[in-house]
């Protein structure tokens, strides 16, 4: 049991170390991994080098063809707007079925929270509370849909869009994703589904926007 359990300890490990490396840009879209230098790197066997670059290529975050060595995935404008297509349907549907569902401790835990948020100055332990506010902020809403399925598949998008939330995670971006947030919790706290869905799907636009014009300078 002790070696299964330390065997899984080291999968986690090496899974979220090289999770964080992703999405902090230290192992940028299109860089060749190999099993080697990471395991040399992370001082662990190829093991579970291996079974957490199966796990991220899962999670659509490393290419891996047979054949061919890893590499960290490549997006295009045209898979960043379907991306955010898959948010757009999934969190709306999510918002919708919470406004009926939340907890309303829950609720009001958010509602403060933004708004200490929205009144703190700027800096770089600002920025780390904003990016660790809307973690918090998607899941619990989709938690609050009351359907696991659709939390794992949101899960799933979020993850994509976190690299993407951290290069173009300026203050002005996260200004305007938190009043787009405090909307949301507005509708949310009026129990009123069909609002609560449109400020959920006018904030997934909005990051969209925000990504493209960061990332492709020709998009409107």
Known sequence: MKKVLSRTFLVE?????????????????GT???????AKDLNVSRTPIHQALARLAKDGLIEHR???????????????IEIYDMRLLLETAA??????????????????????????????????????????????IAAASGNRRLRQEIAKYRLLVRAFC??????????????????????????????????????????VDAVLGGLYREAK
């Open 66 to 80: 047979s054949g061919v060595q890893p590499r960290v995935a490549r997006f295009s404008r045209e898979d960043i």
């Open 95 to 140: 918002t919708q079925r919470a406004a009926k569902r939340i907890d309303p401790r829950l609720l009001a835990d958010l509602t403060r929270d933004a708004d200490a948020l929205a009144a703190q100055p700027d800096g770089p332990d600002w920025t780390r509370q904003a990016l660790d506010f809307d973690v918090r902020f998607h899941d619990s």
């Open 166 to 207: 951290r290069m173009t995670g300026n203050s002005e971006n996260l200004r305007e994703a938190l009043k787009e947030h405090q909307l949301v919790l507005k509708a949310l706290s009026d129990r009123q589904p069909v609002a609560a869905g449109q400020a959920m799907a006018h904030h997934v636009q909005k990051r």
């Open 32 to 38: 060749i991994v190999s099993e080697v230098s990471l």
């Open 13 to 29: 490990a090496a899974y979220d170390a090289l999770l964080e490396n992703i999405l902090s840009g230290s192992l940028p879209s």
